[in-house]
Every structure is written in structure tokens, then in C-alpha cells.
């Protein structure tokens, strides 16, 4: 049976779910500034908020940023989904992008998909699924599961729904405050392809282009990851360098066939001994193409 989504101002009605929502957002210097929170009373097993996220041509989605209401709270699950605008697809026919999710209290929170993903179509969904049993009755710590809002203009378009099947939209003035984290698009990670089926899932084909890619995480503590790509056959040098241009550590060097590779520099020189707090710099050369990405380490 679908149950119906009724909007209410600081009302808890007891019976078929419906959003809750609180004001008193607040903000932030970095980010949008919140008009409230939302969630759903009461939540049930399949309780999920369902958020259109556009993805640019070339760009794969890594992670997100939201505004989350309770630190206690564990979301289960993230999950994407391809489809359209108009209307999310079930939530069985999801696939899980993160798990145990844990936010801030009152403030804006991030997470890293297990993996990045594109898709061929305009965009995708990111599915907040919310914790059953666990009501939404205030603002901060110790209030509940709900996400932040936003002003139409400034927040993604999204749904609710308590089944993980009949959605209702977020209409009105409301937007949910969350935030797209994209990554370059490359070859091998995971595209979906659009609408229902049972197979929606293929691997992303781009032409490689030489370069090196933005570190991630950055800044990090105690590692990051570095990514560069060969077009063609050729030697390639990947090292670090400190701000007055002293040889830190050599990441990669010789020749590389063309192909996409993946290293990780931990923060340490050539001898292994980890390096002090401060800004750092992966230079990258591969024939008449050199690139460089400024590192912070932090600890």
C-alpha cells in the first residue's frame, strides 16, 4: 500500500508517515546557509530520501557533502541509482555506494563512495536510506535522522518515500542541502546506463589522455592517493617535493605502456621517515606533458 507524504510544520502526526521538519539551520561561511531540516515520521525498513544529482560530461561523482542533522545517527546505507528527474527508480533496484554512514551534529558532513560513477544519461540519484525506528523530533544531536534544507534555488531536487518505492517530491521552496563531489571521469570506473533493467551497469570507456590527476583525499592524513594516465607508451617520473623544491620522494619512474596507473604516497621521504605537517608538490612529466598538484599534509 502507498503510504502518503504530507508536509508539516513542526507536527508530529501520528499514523502514515510524512516529513518533519525543523527550522533554525544556520550556516556556514563555506557553505549555503540552512533553513532547516527534514525527515520522515515514522521512518519504516524502506524509508529513503532519493537526491537528483546532475553529472557534467567528463566528470564521475566520488562522494557527497550534506547537511546532517544528528552525529548519532547511522544511516544504513547510500545507495545510487540511474533514471530521470521526473521520478526515482525502487530501492531494489539501487546499488550501495556506502555503508554505516555517520555524520555531524548541525552541520555540514561528507562521504566517500566506494567507488566513483558516472552515467549515460544526465545524472543519477544518491538515496539516503533512513534508520527504521528511529523518529526525527528536533534540531541537533539527539534530534533524529534528517537531512538539510535549502532555499529552491540553491538545493538539489529530491523525493521521499517510506517504502523504497512510491515517492512523493520535495516540492515548494525546498531544496535538500547536499552537495556533488566529482572526480575526472576515467576509464574503468562504473557507469550506469539509465532507466530500469537488469543490467544497468557497464564500464566507463574514455579516450586516456596523458596527465596526472587531483589527488584524493587532499589535504590527507596519513595518505593519498595519485592517479596519472599514458597514452601511449613512454617513460613517466612521478615525484614530491617540498615548497623550496628539495626532492621529497620518487612515486614512479621509467616506462609505463599506455594504460591508467595508481599510486599512493604516505607521507614519507626515500628513506621511509614520515614527513612534517605542510604544503608539498607532485610534480608529474611524461614527454613534453608535465603537471602539477599542490599537497597539503596535515596531522
Not at 544511516?75 to 527508480?89: A, H, I, N, T
Not at 556533488?180 to 574503468?188: E, K, L, Q, S, Y
Request: net charge negative.
Amino acid at each position: 500500500m502507498k503510504h502518503k507524504l504530507v508536509i508539516s510544520l513542526f507536527l508530529l502526526i501520528l499514523g502514515s508517515p510524512h516529513w518533519v521538519i525543523a527550522g533554525d539551520g544556520g550556516g556556514s561561511p563555506d557553505y549555503p546557509e540552512i533553513i532547516g531540516v527534514m525527515g520522515i515520521v515514522p521512518p519504516l525498513e524502506d524509508s529513503c530520501a532519493a537526491i537528483w544529482v546532475a553529472i557534467p560530461e567528463g566528470q564521475a561523482l566520488s562522494g557527497i557533502e550534506w547537511y546532517n542533522n544528528d552525529g548519532l545517527v547511522v544511516f544504513p546505507g547510500l545507495y545510487f541509482e540511474s533514471g530521470v528527474p521526473e521520478y526515482p527508480l525502487a530501492l531494489d533496484e539501487t546499488i550501495l555506494a556506502a555503508e554505516n554512514v555517520v555524520g555531524n551534529s548541525s552541520a555540514w558532513s561528507s562521504v566517500t563512495f566506494s567507488e566513483p560513477v558516472t552515467c549515460a544519461s544526465e545524472g543519477l540519484y544518491v538515496l539516503f536510506r533512513f534508520p527504521a525506528g528511529i523518529q526525527a523530533t528536533a534540531f541537533g544531536e539527539g534530534g533524529g535522522p534528517a537531512i538539510g534544507y535549502l532555499g529552491q534555488s540553491q538545493g538539489a531536487p529530491g523525493w521521499l518515500c517510506s517504502d523504497g518505492e512510491n515517492w512523493e517530491k520535495v516540492g515548494g521552496e525546498f531544496g535538500f542541502a547536499v552537495l556533488p563531489i566529482f572526480v575526472d571521469a576515467n576509464p574503468g570506473m562504473l557507469q550506469l546506463l539509465g532507466g530500469p533493467g537488469e543490467d544497468r551497469t557497464t564500464e566507463l570507456i574514455v579516450p586516456l589522455v596523458t596527465g596526472l590527476e587531483a589527488p584524493f583525499p587532499n589535504p590527507f592524513n596519513p595518505n593519498t592517493e595519485l592517479h596519472f594516465s599514458v597514452a601511449e607508451g613512454q617513460n613517466v617520473e612521478l615525484s614530491v617535493f617540498d615548497i623550496r623544491g628539495h626532492l621529497v620522494r620518487r612515486l614512479a619512474q621509467g616506462y609505463h605502456e599506455a594504460g591508467r596507473y595508481e599510486v599512493l604516497w604516505q607521507g614519507d621521504d626515500q628513506n621511509g621517515r614520515r614527513m612534517a605537517s605542510g604544503v608539498y608538490f607532485a610534480r608529474f612529466s611524461a614527454g613534453n606533458t608535465v603537471m602539477n598538484h599542490r599537497l597539503a599534509l596535515v596531522k
